[in-house]
């Protein structure tokens, strides 16, 4: 089968036509022709106004399958994928059992399906307990991009230095949660005024800032490649900041939805607003944005973690934490292409988690393998019970 699109702008630097506006022929999966030609094709699709990129890339996606398929599995994940323009996606170990075994990463990586790729990132410790550490060169062996234990931090300052050391035998790359537990204990919003309002527990800035702070002085004693998931804090960007100017090797995210909430508005205590980091205020969200125009924030992620309704109709304190972001992540870089160029933020989702991650990197240009996202900025659409493709 032949499908043309029509008039899109490339948007990939590693390709030829970075930045030009041209007809994009795709035959039996590979590409076949680009440039200004008009070829026959069995479909035609429209890409005037519309961004062609390599396909997104999440680096933090969380599945419940194995263990909680109730709230996502393989099919529903990668069709929400689809939907928000993501063929690749870094699942994080969280599941049940957790990824921690060479029969577990490869139960990942055979989930991939309908066109979308999975790439298992396993746990750092058994059962993300934070107290013995896995065999992490086998697993790298049976095929894991990274390690982390997802959405636990790595609490234990000498499992972290020896994750550092152990994984340079190998240049792999350590993923973690900047969350001190002990400090974000019971909390369930961000610690402020709008907290204490509300009267519910916070969640203070420092539990991030402070666990950040002991990452990158374990960094700096232990070498290494390490990479902080899921940034909140205006501090904590000023420190990875000041960290990337000494020379470690030190990267980082931010989930797509971060910047579109504040603390004030889980006034109405809307549980879906509920998540980890909490949304926190104004001043952060600007931090955020600035940081994404400098450099300092690598990668976006989806922050995609699933839950069911029983796990979030609930009183506020007693509901689940997580957002589902697959499908929601492109209305969100469309919202931040009012501040930060378009082109910086795509970046942020194409090409630099693959290189975070040492994989392959697909590339636009003739005779290679199709692996392709066509974005619309400016398409509307409502997520409602029809359109959304997560259980969840």
């Not at 950040?212 to 700096?220: F, I, K, S, T």
Request: hydrophobic share 40%; glycine share 8%.
């Amino acid at each position: 089968m032949k499908v043309l699109i029509e008039g899109a702008k490339i948007i990939d630097k590693n390709s030829p036509y970075h930045g030009k506006i041209v007809n994009v022929l795709v035959s039996n999966g590979q590409i076949e022709a680009i440039g200004k030609d008009t070829p026959k094709a069995d479909k035609v699709i429209e890409g005037k106004g519309k961004y062609l990129t390599i396909g997104w890339f999440d680096m933090s996606t969380t599945v419940g399958d194995p263990g909680f398929e109730f709230k996502e599995d393989f099919e529903s994940v990668a069709d929400a994928a689809l939907a928000g323009g993501f063929t690749g996606l870094a699942i994080l170990p969280n599941n049940s059992p957790v990824t921690q075994t060479k029969n577990d990463v490869k139960y990942i990586k055979t989930g991939s399906n309908n066109g979308v790729d999975f790439f298992p990132v396993a746990a750092v410790t058994l059962d993300n307990k934070g107290e013995d550490l896995t065999e992490m060169i086998d697993l790298h062996t049976a095929g894991a991009v990274a390690f982390s234990d997802g959405r636990k931090p790595i609490w234990h300052t000498d499992i972290l230095l020896k994750s550092l050391q152990y994984l340079q035998k190998f240049d792999g790359l350590l993923i973690n949660r900047a969350e001190d537990i002990h400090l974000n204990m019971f909390g369930v919003m961000n610690e402020g005024t709008s907290s204490t309002s509300l009267g519910m527990k916070g969640m203070p800035k420092l539990a991030e800032e402070i666990a950040v702070q002991r990452d990158l002085e374990v960094l700096a004693y232990a070498g290494g490649r390490l990479h902080i998931n899921k940034v909140s804090s205006k501090r904590t960007l000023a420190l990875i900041k000041a960290a990337k100017k000494k020379g470690l090797q030190v990267t980082c995210d931010v989930a797509a939805y971060q910047t579109s909430f504040t603390d004030e508005d889980l006034h109405d205590f809307e549980t879906n607003l509920k998540v980890n980091p909490p949304f926190r205020e104004a001043a952060d969200n600007k931090a955020i944005i600035k940081a994404l125009e400098e450099g300092v924030i690598d990668a976006i992620v989806s922050g995609h973690i699933p839950q069911d309704e029983e796990s979030k109709k609930l009183e506020f304190d007693l509901a689940d934490f997580g957002i589902i972001g697959l499908q929601t992540t492109a209305a969100e870089i469309s919202k931040l292409s009012d501040k930060v160029p378009l082109e910086v933020l795509l970046d942020k989702i194409t090409s630099t988690p693959r290189e975070l991650l040492n994989l392959d990197m697909p590339k636009i240009d003739k005779g290679i393998k199709a692996n392709l996202t066509l974005f619309d900025p400016k398409a509307k659409w409502t997520l409602d019970n029809k359109t959304n493709k997560s259980k969840s």
